[in-house]
């Protein structure tokens, strides 16, 4: 357990790794996210529980795994699924306020539907929804307070309807309004105002804070500034070496998304230049987070917080021929950002597997709180300390159940392999040391049997330690071996089966 410390939390959303120098692009300016990644922990194996906003939003709020809180997809598609956190469940803010901690939000919740930060006893203003509300009027007031220009876009970048009706997705446009009056810079204006409050709370009464951060962006449509839309040339983006994506082996649902998307719509050229707006929006936040990091130092309490920044997801960009995030569990959007500088802590890069619902655990270890019995992450500290923790998890399991296409999947992740569990489609296994790109799927070659029956056995267990009931697909679909749960009362036990 830690001294009581401040944390101003800085998220992104569908946010890829390799979109940052300390993930090893080296083209992209990130000047802020650099100075967090060379002066704390930089986890090269960072990942999300799942692939969708709100499921993974909740699992950081709860430190649960999503089948454990229960919001399995967003509330725009939720199908009838449960939209709210349910009450019972201690979330983040409950210990911290309880410890007397300042706790506040600004930007981007999407946590459950109807219910925003104040539900939750924090400070901070509810901008609902999955993409930029350009028409809340909080932020319509802001605009017209600092005699700032309207949103407005133009030379958009429409994809194309599979079903032959004309424009498809928005994808990026550029936006008709100065930097200063961007959205973004509205998030980064609400949270400079809470950490200036809260700093002076501090000096007052020595309550500390936990402050949130959260953009919307560089979720996809792209609605960025001149400045950075044109940014980065074109000519300098390396397109993934996973567009060479066939799609043959792998579960067909990856094939329809893709013509949901209509990424193939666009050619090489077209692509690298979404790609460089992409890379745009991406410094454009940067320069947000420095804003934030310089008021840190001008208001004297850089020493007394720690900084976590981290995104919900990951983003395809035109990887295996998709776009956005969805029905395929590769590295692009499970993989995410994750660096935490910690005062007094060593610069340093970690290669333990690692995860949003670790952060629960971590903030309230560096709030000095007593951990929650129930969180299923464990807290970040003794890595963020330089310490050697042999008992650490050797693999991650992930979980996914459905985004525009109701698709239930499961990942178990380990240092070389990743098995996908598709109840009701083609199985996946990948060979990351030979094939990181993920293009081809050993799930039924022989040389890979031992290593997938191995695998599958592992994953069944996690799942039925969680009481997923994906483990009852694994029982009489795939290898489990002599682990198998037993069948219902045990009343197959007590019948003999026909010679």
């Not at 906003?53 to 089948?67: D, E, I, K, N, V």
């Not at 459950?112 to 009027?137: C, I, K, Q, T």
């Not at 979404?274 to 929006?281: E, K, M, R």
Request: with cysteine; aromatic share 10%.
């Amino acid at each position: 357990m830690t001294e009581r410390m401040n944390v101003l939390f800085l998220m992104t959303d569908q946010h890829r790794t390799d979109t940052l120098p300390c993930y090893g692009n080296t083209v992209i300016h990130t000047p802020n996210l650099d100075r967090i990644a060379q002066s704390g922990t930089c986890f090269e194996r960072f990942f999300t529980p799942t692939a969708i906003c709100t499921p993974a939003r909740a699992s950081l709020f709860t430190g649960l795994h999503p089948y454990r809180h229960g919001l399995f997809v967003n509330p725009e598609r939720s199908g009838g699924a449960q939209v709210e956190i349910p009450e019972d469940l201690t979330v983040l803010s409950n210990p911290l306020q309880d410890a007397g901690y300042r706790v506040g939000h600004a930007g981007k919740w999407h946590i459950g539907r109807d219910r925003g930060p104040e539900f939750y006893g924090m400070d901070g203003v509810h901008l609902p929804g999955a993409l930029n509300p350009f028409d809340h009027p909080t932020y319509q007031q802001w605009l017209a307070d600092n005699d700032f220009p309207p949103f407005s876009a133009s030379d958009a970048i429409f994809g194309v309807a599979e079903n032959g009706s004309g424009r498809g997705h928005l994808l990026a446009g550029r936006l008709n309004q100065p930097e200063e009056a961007t959205m973004e810079r509205f998030i980064t204006s609400q949270a400079l105002d809470l950490l200036r409050q809260y700093a002076e709370r501090g000096r007052t009464d020595g309550s500390p804070f936990w402050l949130t951060s959260s953009w919307f962006g560089p979720h996809l449509p792209y609605l960025i500034p001149s400045k950075y839309f044109d940014m980065y040339d074109p000519a300098l983006v390396e397109l993934p070496a996973s567009m060479a994506e066939t799609f043959d082996g792998k579960p067909p649902i990856q094939r329809r998304y893709s013509e949901y998307w209509s990424t193939d719509a666009f050619d090489a050229d077209q692509w690298r230049k979404l790609i460089a707006v992409y890379w745009g929006y991406v410094t454009m936040i940067d320069n947000c987070i420095g804003i934030l990091l310089d008021e840190l130092e001008t208001l004297g309490i850089e020493d007394s917080t720690a900084v976590i920044f981290t995104a919900d997801h990951g983003e395809f960009t035109g990887a295996h021929r998709l776009n956005d995030k969805g029905p395929a569990m590769y590295e692009d959007i499970y993989r995410i950002p994750g660096l935490i500088h910690v005062p007094g802590k060593p610069a340093q890069r970690r290669r333990e597997f690692a995860s949003l619902v670790d952060l629960a655990p971590t903030i309230l270890d560096l709030a000095g709180v007593e951990p929650v019995e129930a969180h299923d992450g464990r807290s970040l500290v003794p890595i963020l300390s330089g310490d050697d923790v042999p008992d650490w998890r050797q693999q991650l399991v992930a979980e996914f159940h459905g985004h525009h296409f109701p698709h239930s999947q499961r990942m178990l992740r380990e240092d070389r392999y990743k098995l996908v569990y598709n109840p009701e489609s083609t199985n996946e296994l990948y060979d990351l040391e030979i094939d990181p790109h993920e293009l081809h799927n050993v799930f039924t070659a022989p040389s890979y049997r031992s290593v997938r029956q191995d695998m599958e056995l592992r994953l069944y267990r996690e799942l039925v330690q969680r009481d997923d009931p994906a483990s009852a697909w694994m029982t009489y679909m795939t290898y489990v071996g002599e682990d198998r749960a037993p069948d219902v009362d045990g009343v197959a036990d007590q019948v003999t089966p026909k010679s």
